[in-house]
């Protein structure tokens, strides 16, 4: 192919799709390789959808704060509906150490400009009528989070991409790269071979993969998930709950409901079940269902829908791996998002096209550190 890009995306996820618009809306010619038959086919529509800035680390806050502005104003500025609701973000506590770390953390948080405060058990009666209050000691309540429908979202991306000139290969799995000294200079698939300024990698699950191709090691191991959904009802409650207490088989679990009013929940197993399986387990319900309707009676009475399972893209200390690599400058990464992609995509998207670019701004930089390939990885994301 005679066709030179200014950029080459290897997938078109959660990640890859946002960043592929963003490119390509400063003018770029960008080009979306994608194994599967069309976006959003990965653990995009596994996605429960919720949306924060509520992380412990600058970077993943001012990212996520980012991704906030642009789903929240989504529908207004370019008329798609996308599910978009500001429901918030809730994390009660239930033991006296929970609510020290959390107070803690909110001091960070507040600091990195997030809108989060305490509230006490009453007010968390208001937020979650008929919450469990045995030993509630208060939460955290972060309102300007929300969710929105990965699937409603990542067509919205896609097509709106597709205006700006973004081009995708969909059933094309890259194979290998060609190089010249510390540049990637084409990307070679199966079924082409594409001659590039610099590369993306948003390739989710298999970005260890990718990356290996070079050389690169990206210490990226998925786990499996598992989510479900109930019938929609009437709305009977704000924001995410995040139950934080571990218990037999598995850590924390969440659960909220979206703007068509259905529950979807998701829990940690513990231990990971690392690798890739997207087969349902008899195990999930049970053990999730038992601890939600202790926490919150109410949810006993809904029916639901269907589960499914997906995977965590996981970095030994729970922030992604963003930025150029030091082998090949032009070869950027967009990985390791830990379950976080939908949430944290849109706000990556246009980082990476002022990577792409040459446009950083001042706070890029700053972003950047914490995420860096080359980090010491010893450390852990509170409360991720």
Not at 218 to 230: R, W, Y
Request: charged share 20%; net charge neutral; hydrophobic share 35%.
């Amino acid at each position: 192919m005679n066709n030179v890009y200014d950029c080459i995306v290897i997938g078109a996820g959660s990640v890859g799709v946002p960043a592929a618009l963003a490119i390509a809306e400063k003018g770029l010619k960008v080009k979306v390789i994608e194994s599967l038959n069309s976006p959003g086919q990965m653990n995009n529509k596994k996605a429960i959808g919720g949306i924060r800035a509520t992380h412990s680390d600058y970077g993943k806050i001012r990212v996520g704060l980012r991704s906030i502005e642009i789903f929240s104003t989504w529908k207004e500025k370019y008329g798609d509906h996308i599910g978009w609701i500001s429901n918030g973000y809730s994390y009660p506590a239930y033991n006296q150490e929970d609510e020290r770390k959390l107070k803690e953390l909110m001091k960070i948080q507040l600091s990195f400009g997030l809108n989060i405060r305490w509230v006490s058990p009453e007010e968390y009666q208001e937020l979650v009528p008929g919450i469990s209050t045995d030993g509630l000691r208060g939460s955290t309540y972060s309102p300007e989070d929300g969710s929105a429908s990965p699937l409603l979202a990542v067509s919205a991306f896609y097509f709106k991409s597709l205006r700006f000139g973004a081009e995708y290969g969909f059933r094309e799995s890259v194979t290998a790269f060609e190089r010249s000294g510390d540049r990637v200079t084409a990307v070679v698939t199966d079924k082409g071979r594409y001659p590039c300024g610099c590369v993306v990698n948003a390739s989710g699950n298999y970005a260890r993969e990718i990356g290996a191709l070079l050389g690169i090691l990206l210490p990226v191991n998925p786990d499996n998930h598992e989510g479900a959904i109930t019938e929609p009802v009437q709305r009977f409650f704000g924001p995410m709950v995040v139950d934080m207490r571990p218990a037999e088989d598995s850590m924390n679990y969440y659960f909220y409901q979206n703007d068509e009013g259905q529950v979807i929940f998701c829990i940690t197993p513990h231990p990971p079940m690392v690798g890739v399986d997207n087969d349902s387990t008899s195990h999930f319900f049970p053990q999730v269902a038992k601890r939600m309707v202790q926490l919150y009676p109410r949810l006993a009475y809904l029916k639901v829908r269907r589960s499914w399972r997906g995977q965590y893209p996981n970095t030994p200390d729970g922030f992604p791996i963003v930025g150029k690599t030091r082998e090949y400058p032009n070869f950027i990464n967009l990985a390791g998002m830990c379950g976080q992609g939908f949430m944290l995509g849109p706000g990556l998207g246009e980082l990476a096209a002022r990577l792409v670019s040459g446009q950083m701004n001042d706070d890029d930089d700053r972003i950047l550190e914490r995420f860096n390939l080359y980090r010491d990885f010893s450390g852990m994301e509170a409360f991720k």
